[in-house]
């Protein structure tokens, strides 16, 4: 009787499952995340914990989570010591992630937490790496899902590192790929290039993304071009070499046109009619040079930033809730019943 009572029961599964939130002034999404996120964790038969990263919010999100903390096993805190950007954040929060395998999910609830099942389902079957890719995106207008597309195509073209196309930082990694995310160590953290620089076995799931439940979108156009910029330096040096092919290309038109004007003055004795031109060369030329020497002031500008070898963030404080890690029911029922057959 006992024995086939053992037989029926799998021992349990006593990994840990990390959750990394990066936050930034999410006051008002926090209780509709706790109410998605929490009971989906529940369902799922493992150990977990959630970090959350408090990117220096001042509306009061870390107040929230310190008192969430009180009550709620499970639950970290790291609290940076202002807005380092979420890039910093997630960094900050695969640190201080414990679990055998890490989540990084949006605190607006854009990443679907009711995907977390089928992404820890890949991992159990060997996956390191379980990307989260966007079917679609709703609330998004048209122009930035346009923007997005003609950039991923852009940097793959550019870049060695395969960047996957409609990818964020949703997504799980095996304690080995958050291991070797840890080991590259520079500044300027381009995370989506990090993520995809390090390979591993990789499977992809395709999902919606949804609307922003609450408060607002932390990036403007600006920023996003900046991103995009940072992106695009980070992993590839051709912007170099295309100032060097356009600059050789402008300077051969150049002196093709100027062939061309001494030729014409030899035969046809016309010295004088060249003013309009020479205004249109000068300032073709101008331009490609102020171009050549932005792109090279990017890279030296990035140099400069990584030779200093600052840290990434720094953390303010770091809380736990007073019962580690959250046990799961079914874990705890098996332990018991296991007892009982002892
Ligand atoms: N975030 C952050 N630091 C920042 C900006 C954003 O930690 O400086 C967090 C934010 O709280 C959210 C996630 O990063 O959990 C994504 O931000 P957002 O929704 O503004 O970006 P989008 O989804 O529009 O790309
Ligand atoms: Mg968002």
Known sequence: MNKSLDFHLEPPDDRLI???????????????????????LAAVNLRHEIVFVDDGSEDGSAVYIRNEIKRTPGLR???????????AAVTAGLEHARGDAVIVLDADLQDPPEQ?????????????????QRRSRAGETAFKRWSAHLFYRLLNRTSRT???????????????????????NERNRYMKGLFAWIGLPTRVIQY???PRAAGETKWDYP?????????LTSFSVSP?????????????????????????????????????????????????????IGIVGEYVGKTYLETKQRPVYLAEEVLESPVG???????????????KAI
């Open 18 to 40: 990390s959750l990394v939130v990066p936050v930034y002034n999410e006051r008002v999404m926090l209780p509709l995340f706790f109410d998605r996120v929490l009971p989906v």
């Open 77 to 87: 805190l790291v609290k940076l010591s202002r807005n380092f950007g979420k890039e």
């Open 116 to 132: 977390i099942p089928a992404m820890i389902e890949s991992w159990q079957s060997g996956a390191d790496v379980v990307l989260m």
């Open 162 to 184: 395969d960047i996957p196309v409609d990818t964020g930082d949703f997504r799980l990694m095996s304690r080995k790929a958050v291991d070797a995310i840890l080991t590259l």
């Open 208 to 210: 919606d993304r949804e």
């Open 223 to 231: 920023g996003l071009v900046g991103l995009a910029l940072e992106g």
């Open 240 to 292: 170099l070499r295309w100032a060097t092919v356009i600059g050789l290309f402008a300077a051969s038109v150049g002196a093709l046109f100027g062939l061309w004007i001494v030729i014409k003055a030899m035969m046809l004795g016309d010295a004088t009619s060249g003013y309009p031109s020479l205004v249109a060369i000068i300032s073709f030329l101008g331009g490609i040079q102020l171009l050549s």
């Open 325 to 339: 890690v959250s046990q799961p029911l079914n874990t705890r029922l098996a332990e018991a019943s296991h007892v």
